[in-house]
């Protein structure tokens, strides 16, 4: 698809932003209104009702009666009619579908080849592997494990389906039940990982193809149900209850990092954005995120990442302790979008930003 | 009592908002005084040296000795001589006592008689189930308990004296010693709930009858004592100090969620403001809290309410992200009272949101 | 060392405010830059790319190639030749070195005499409890040790080396370890504490000469590796794992606290600035900041305290909940210096604030 000759056709004096009704849309609506967009939001039927509450953010509402529908060519025609620029997030990757989301024939912010990436687990530790970020161990069924390791199911389930175990075994009896359950259709899907001892840490970055600058906009630490709220009840209940816990994201709390590892954690996003224009062209463009694990020793271990703006970034609506720091005022992820686009607009640069 | 009367003897044109010196109140001092009303403390005497350090903040500091004192009719006179509206919040619905919170002649924003619900947990789980918000499953002592349960005492007490148990006689002994140390009448008095596998989230709304709207302004988790402290010790020192936790509340920590789950958390407030109608009149005005576990299914299961401001809000004197969505500017829970207070003079409609 | 006589070599017309490039720099580059000073940073040449990144807020970088190099003459003069007040934080304390902080020829924000109480677990711990603050048990090696206790190595190792244990010869054995380490000189260099059941809490204070004022700034809780991971691993496998957590701080949390706590927590900063001033002249100046446990029946025990600006206030490089409060702006901890170096200027103050 030629993405330079939809935006021929685009009157960029009256530009839209647009996203589906989920996950980061209120933050991205409110960025982009804060910047003088247009905008719109694609919504579920049922769920269209919440948005309306917030009409002073949101130009336009357009119903669907599923996600896909994003994908019919009526619909992608409005958007295109109203100069759409579309900002794929978790939602999108997870609900739209990777044929959908590749084909769609309307602007998207960000990097369109990155989402074969994302659905592909095993793709995704390739491309941390290449830019020489350092990630936990990879094992494959049958290897000789040592030590707990984290499963988990192909595509972005949001935490559900994860689970912790420490033999053969124990990951095969497992994965069965995910089988029988239609959650998993091989046990070669599941990818297990070594479980690194230590504290969790998201960092949500900005590359701006146009500033040529990559930026740290905030930190996050997922709370996930049940674990977060099983570690509340008493050791002697909790061996009573038996129960596997779950990574279930529920939400997200705010963080801020030593500063001494800031700049190994800017290395790392660095190295991320280097190593994408190696695999997919012309590389990671604006919102990106490295999900790690710190130990005792302050390494950080990237376990996973996400090619897009990530839910933690709500935290932030309106800014980051970090986002002061680049632009005194306050940005969030979504407002950071706007802000990369109109800079690219002014410098006929929109090009850049599109796929 | 007739409100309308006290309201017709004030000069509305010169309001002032009050509260007692405690749990929200330079919250609630810091966004009335953003509005440009006159601000006043009720202050027990030995605490009020550290709300002078806020004098930009409190016109006036009026000294007591006990919290009761509020309800003389000389203190209760001078506030309405100021023309005060007076902002009930956790420390008021606990210190004051019920009576006196009544039947105290200043008109009180909010519900007055929502207070005598907030005083007693089985009428607080009667209008959750009224409303059609799904909560946890309550037993009776005695019932056949399967699995964890939660045991509370009545009375808002900040999570002091609660406790979890899996069987009767567990209970039983436990609720035998509370009644010994006097903190007990009757074990009939305690409340036995289900304890829910999952994540605590505490919701903060704000329901505006001059706006006819349901706003959302904030969700926190509860900082507290023990539970959060004991989880960070060996299991193997854990089980040697075999102590059992406890849940006093000591501070509050920020969260946003999933913006998947607003829309059914915006439904369960909309449920509550509708049920308080049939249950106090005119039903839940201002701020109230859902207060839930969300388990690894995204279940929201609300276990508590309360009806009127949280501590919790106090995360966010300067706006959370979601205030930002709805007001673009820093709004807290205390300023959206004093904005309520406000956009009712203008509109001649005070007697909407005081009792 | 006179700083008055360095002080009368200055054009206070045209001061610049220095620090390491570490720990809480960028928000102290960002408050100095917000008050309109010039702003210097000290930084380790292989660290210096990162703050390049920053240098709207950053006018002038000083590369050294290790951070003992501040000390050399020549660097004191060139930072002296721009006039610049040197803010002292963990790194500062941790990395430069006792001697050379106590003789380095530019004057400190704050108290040059409090280094050498910093470097020393004793006389901080004797500094507490002459100025009456409630802390917990002190045990020597060979005590009757009754239930848990902490024991900590010498010196500001951001939580590294910690660990907890329940008697004499476990305690024991682990010193030995460390000694063989070289992580420890002698035993009984180690500070044994006793474990305080509860939840931790880090206070963040200003005490402001100029207005004579005792501000509390915000409150956080440390994000510590592999403590506050391990917790999330099902018991079975923390058992098969046995690892000893350890405290290396990785982040920092945003906590508010009860407001009933509030007066407590300013009336034991009003305590620790009056002890201060009979312990090292004149008294504290500036941020410091009280680090707690508080336990289930609310009383808050101060295992520590650092004399300085903390890292916990990164989390507020906009404002705190209560910084706004105070000042009705975005004041973080690095900015309120700057503020106040502001203020003693005006008010012809500056020798009260600089040593």
Known sequence: M?????????????LAIGTLA????LQIMHGAKKERFTTILVALRDRAWFYRDFDHLIDLIIEVNSWRDICKPEIAEELRGYNTILVPHGSFVEYVGLECGESIKVPLFGTRSLLRVEADQKLKMLLLMKAGIPTPRVYELGDDIRGPVIVKLPGAKGGKGYFIASSNSEIEAKLRKYIEDGLLRSPREAIIQEYIVGVTAYFHYFYSPVLNRLELLGADIRYESDIDGLRRLPVGILEELGIDPTFTVVGNLPLVLRESLLPRIIEYGRRFVD??????????????CLESVIDRELNVKVFEFSGRIVAGTNLYIDGSPYSYLY???PVSMGRR????????????LLEKIVT
Do not use: C
């Open 337 to 348: 979008i706007a802000i990369e686009v109109r800079l690219a607009l002014e410098k006929g």
């Open 275 to 288: 190593a994408s224009r190696g695999m997919v062209s012309p590389g990671v463009i604006g919102p990106f």
């Open 2 to 14: 030629n993405i330079n000759e939809l935006l021929r056709g685009y009157d960029t004096g009256n």
């Open 327 to 329: 632009w005194d005022q």
């Open 22 to 25: 989920s996950h980061s849309a």
